[in-house]
């Protein structure tokens, strides 16, 4: 096997005004590791027969002092192809966001590199492939699906003799592509984390947020979901049958972590951890020997929550665990998203973790056609009755490859065409039941009401716990008012005067922005005394 020169390319996941203070509200995305390109990568270079290099283009955007950020990648970009010289050069594209990224990234790699092997992999290549070849006249190969036995069969063969290869030839001679998956996925190697540097990408759990040097580490012990939730994308890359690694490899890969990376937190990522009860409760119970923390990011299945399951979350001491809720409907839960879940499972759920003691987050989607006013508010009230620690609010982002983005656009749903407004915090969508920006306002509303005007834990006295909470807001948006506002009522509650002096400053001296939010409210009979 010849020897290859390849770099993986990650794309920005968002618009570049996401990744400006000033326009992002002083906080800025956070990293993510680009676990899909480290298994592809450990999978064809175990030997390490190749010289293999990753670009993160996230990284230079959020920990680079960037002037024009196209320029500046462009610039970054061209000294490393001049340097490296790869053969071989592929871009992980995973949302609807990196599309008009794609077109300057390939055009330069084209550019300073005019023979080079130019692939798109990622939701994207899976799931607009038409487009992206329509578009991006630079690109020779797109994968649909998982790439690790596509692009080994690539490499091993110097041929395109996958299924998943999708070129302008197969499109044109109407070839559907084909998954080509690994149904074992203890054949995958121990994923190296060594291609990046695992200290920049820990800021994505929700324990120890003031220590830096933590180090998270995330594992897929599963690929795959059976389900068809509306929104939901992850399908059309993974498949709907689950495929798992072994409980054995499981464990055998978190020890490796431990021992070579040092890992503190491990991050399952997986889109259903609790599809099969028995094997949960095996990894959890093993997992609680480790003395490691573990989370959820994703959040975990609702309805598979009981008793048992709480019990072993605790033992392992989960500190926090995110609730994939999404709708406190259940109008919006059955016909519209097709979740199998109900209101009363997740009082009942959150009932038993609370015995625990477990942090509950919630998150919540709104913004999808034909939910009511109604809908949302019972959103709202769930979040209220179920006293949870924090909610993550979300408008509902169209993504390419979901059964909302063809039902959008179907139904001449989508306000915008343009990729760089399919973001969470932006409503795309104008149908009925839905106002762009009567959606986007309640959104917000929901998330001062449930997270501060009416926090659990304050009105619970539990103070050390919310203060947390509250100096996180902070330290990320130095001018969130009403952030300001409660820690001064939380510091007044426990009786320091000098910080809670400090806080009330800060909201007194609040923006007109917040002066007419805060009036808004005051209509309502919220008190800001």
């Known amino acids: 096997m010849p020897r290859n020169k390849i770099l993986f390319i990650i794309p920005p996941y968002l618009p570049f005004d996401e990744y400006n203070p000033k326009m992002a509200g002083l906080k800025l995305p956070t990293l993510t590791p680009p676990y899909g390109v480290l298994s592809i990568i450990s999978y064809i270079n175990q030997n390490k027969e190749h010289d293999i290099r990753i670009f993160d283009i996230n990284d230079l955007l959020i920990n680079s002092k960037i002037i024009d950020p196209q320029i500046d990648i462009i610039d970054a970009l061209k000294n490393l192809l001049n340097d490296f010289q790869p053969n071989c050069i592929c871009i992980s594209a995973l949302f609807n966001t990196c599309f008009p990224h794609l077109k300057y990234i390939a055009a330069t790699c084209r550019e300073i590199i005019p023979k080079c092997l130019l692939i798109v992999g990622g939701g994207l290549a899976t799931n607009l492939y038409q487009d992206l070849f329509n578009e991006i006249p630079e690109i020779n190969l797109a994968c649909y699906g998982e790439g690790e036995i596509p692009f080994k069969k690539l490499l091993e063969t110097n041929s395109i003799n996958s299924p998943a290869w999708i070129t302008r030839e197969t499109i044109k001679t109407g070839i559907l592509p084909q998954y080509d998956f690994i149904e074992n996925l203890d054949e995958i190697p121990l994923i190296d984390f060594s291609y990046i540097d695992l200290k920049k990408y820990n800021g994505r759990s929700y324990i120890d947020k003031d220590i830096k040097d933590k180090i998270e580490v995330s594992i897929h ?24 690694m072994s409980a054995r490899r499981v464990l055998e890969t978190v020890k490796h972590y431990i021992d070579e990376y040092k890992l503190d937190i491990l991050l399952i990522e997986d889109d259903h951890f609790l599809a099969n009860k028995d094997r949960a409760l095996y990894l959890l119970s093993e997992f609680k020997n480790l003395n490691i923390n573990i989370e959820f990011p994703n959040g975990v299945a609702v309805f598979q929550i009981d008793e048992e399951i709480a019990k072993a979350f605790s033992e392992c001491k989960i500190k926090v665990l995110p609730l994939a809720i999404e709708s406190g409907s259940d109008h919006i839960l059955k016909d519209i998203i097709n979740k199998p879940l109900r209101r009363e499972q997740i009082f009942k759920a959150v009932k038993i973790l609370k015995q625990y003691d477990i942090r509950l987050h919630a998150f919540i989607i709104i913004g999808f056609p ?24 979300f408008i509902v982002v169209p993504i390419a490859g979901s059964r909302l983005y063809q039902q959008c656009q179907d139904a001449g749903y989508l306000l915008s065409k343009d990729y760089n407004d399919y973001t969470v915090g932006k409503c795309n969508i104008k149908a009925p039941g839905v106002d762009p920006k009567a959606i986007e306002e309640y959104a917000y509303y929901m998330n001062i009401v449930v997270n501060y005007l009416q926090n659990s834990n304050f009105k619970n006295k539990r103070y050390d716990i919310c ?47 917040y002066d007419n939010i805060i009036e808004k409210f005051k209509e309502e009979g919220y008190s800001f005394e």
């Not at 795959?224 to 709907?240: A, I, R």
């Not at 009230?381 to 006293?387: A, G, H, N």
Request: hydrophobic share 30%; net charge negative; glycine share 4%.
């Open 467 to 513: 203060l947390k909470y509250f100096q996180n807001v902070v330290n990320h948006y130095p001018n969130q008012a009403i952030a300001h506002y409660m820690l001064y009522r939380i510091y007044q509650n426990m009786g320091d005067d000098d910080k809670m002096n400090m806080h009330y400053n800060h909201f007194i001296n609040k923006n007109s922005f």
């Open 370 to 393: 034909f939910e009511t006013d109604e809908d949302r508010a019972e959103s709202l009230q769930i979040l209220l009755d179920t006293e949870i620690d924090w909610a993550h609010i």
């Open 221 to 244: 012990t599963s690929r795959g979901c059976p389900f068809s939730c509306v929104y939901c994308s992850n399908g059309t890359v993974h498949g709907k049958r689950i495929r798992k």
